[in-house]
DNA sequence: TCCTCACTAGAGTGATCGTTCTAGAGCGAC
DNA sequence: GTCGCTCTAGAACGATCACTCTAGTGAGGA
C-alpha cells in the first residue's frame, strides 16, 4: 500500500527531525506524525526505544552520506577535483533547503557524546567509516598512507566545520573558504 | 556569602549545561540545581525564559573563549606558532576533561539553526567575532584582507570540525592532524 | 521606624515527555 | 475455518517540561 515500509518511513522521518531538532529536541509523537505510523509500531520495530531508533537512523543515514559523498568524488577526474566537488555540491544543498540539509550526524553527535555511549560509538562509527573511505581515496591518488589519514581528517573536519558556520551565518562563505582550503591541501599532500 | 553572584552563578551553571547537554536536553530545574539558586530567580534575572537564558549565556562563553583564545595566540611569536598554539591547547583540555569540554557554541548552535532565530543570531555574531579577530591578527601577520578571511574561517572550521571527531572518537587525532592542517594553512596563506 | 523594592523560595499549572499496555486487524499455513 | 503471528492503533501512565504565582526576606533610604 505505502511506497516504502513502515520501518523505512520511521527511520527516514526520524532522520529529517534528528538533523534539524536535534535528540533530545526530537519527540517520540512528531516521529510517528512525520512518518504517519502508529506509536505502537515504532515500539514495535525499535523495542530499544528511542535510543536503538536513534542509533540505526545514524548507521543509516551515515551509509547514505558515505555512498553520496563518494559518487560525487569519484565521478571527478582526480581527487582534489573530487575534493572541490564535495564542497560545491554541499554549498548548492545548503542553499536550496534553506540550510536545514547539512550533516545528519554532527548534532546528534555532539549531544550525545558525553552522555549516551551507544549513541556515541554509533556516531564514531560513521565518521571513521567516512574516514576510512576518504584515505583509501586519498592512497590511491598516490598519498602515503599517514598523510592520507590527516588530510582525510582535516577535509572532513573542515566540511563539518564549514557547515556550522554555514547553518548559523546563512550564507555559504564558509563552506566557500573550507573547501578552497581542503582542495589547497589535498594538492599539497599529492605535491602539486 | 557566595562568591559569584546569583545571576553570574545561574549563567555559569547553563555554560556547562548547555555544553555537554546542548539547548533542548538542558533543563531549568538541573540550571537552578547545579547553579545552587532558587527557580525564582532565573525567572527575575531571565525574564525571557530559557531562550534569553541560552542566548546571555552563549554570548558570555563566546566572549570568553574569544579572549581566552586570543591570550593562547598571542603568547606565541608569530601567527604560525600561535594557530599551533591554539590546537594544541584545546587538544590538552579536551583529554584533561575527558572529552567533555569543548567548544561551547557549537552543539547549541547546530540545534537552533532552524528552530529559533534569536539563539541562531546569537551563536553567529559569536562566531563573528572570533573570525573578525582572527583576520585582523593574519592581516597583522602580512596577509591580505581576503586570504586573511578565508584562511580565519578555514581554521575556526578546522577547530569545530576536529572537536567534533574528537568528542566522538575519544581521541585527540582530530585535533592534532586539524591542528597540522591548520598550521599548513596558514604557513602557505603567508608565503612561507 | 517604616517603606520600598530587589531578590529568594518553591508549590503548583497544564502540557508534553518516553514508554507501556490492551485490543484488534490482516494474512499465510494447515 | 481457525490458528498463529506480525503489525496497527492509540489510550493511558508517571515523570518531567517550561513557566507562573504568591508569599516572604532583608538591606538601604527617608
Redesign the interface.
Known amino acids: 500500500m505505502s511506497p516504502a515500509g513502515t520501518r523505512e518511513r520511521i527511520l527516514d522521518a526520524t532522520a529529517e527531525l534528528l538533523r534539524?531538532?536535534?535528540?533530545?529536541?526530537t519527540g517520540m509523537k512528531q516521529v510517528v506524525a512525520q512518518a504517519g505510523a502508529p506509536l505502537g509500531s515504532v515500539y514495535h520495530f525499535f523495542p530499544g526505544g528511542k535510543e536503538q531508533l536513534a542509533a540505526e537512523t545514524l548507521e543509516r543515514a551515515g551509509a547514505f552520506y558515505h555512498d553520496l559523498v563518494l559518487a560525487v568524488f569519484d565521478g571527478e577526474d582526480d581527487a582534489v577535483a573530487g575534493t572541490r566537488a564535495i564542497f560545491d555540491g554541499a554549498a548548492e544543498v545548503l542553499r536550496q533547503s534553506?540550510?536545514?540539509d547539512a550533516c545528519p550526524i554532527?548534532?546528534v553527535?555532539?549531544?550525545v557524546?558525553?552522555?549516551s555511549e551507544p549513541l556515541?560509538r554509533a556516531?564514531?562509527r560513521v565518521?571513521?567509516s567516512w574516514l576510512r573511505t576518504l584515505t583509501s581515496r586519498f592512497v590511491d591518488a598516490g598519498m602515503g598512507p599517514a598523510v592520507a589519514?590527516?588530510?582525510a581528517?582535516?577535509v572532513?573536519?573542515?566540511?563539518?566545520?564549514?557547515f556550522?558556520?554555514s547553518?548559523?551565518?546563512?550564507t555559504t562563505?564558509?563552506v566557500e573558504?573550507?573547501g578552497?582550503?581542503a582542495v589547497?591541501?589535498v594538492a599539497?599532500a599529492l605535491g602539486r
Open positions: 534539524i531538532r536535534g535528540y533530545p529536541g534553506g540550510y536545514e554532527a548534532t553527535a555532539l549531544e557524546a558525553s552522555t556515541r556516531a564514531d565518521f571513521e589519514r590527516s588530510t581528517i582535516a572532513v573536519g573542515l566540511l563539518e566545520g564549514a556550522l558556520l547553518r548559523s551565518a546563512r562563505e564558509a573558504a573550507s578552497a582550503a589547497a591541501l599539497a
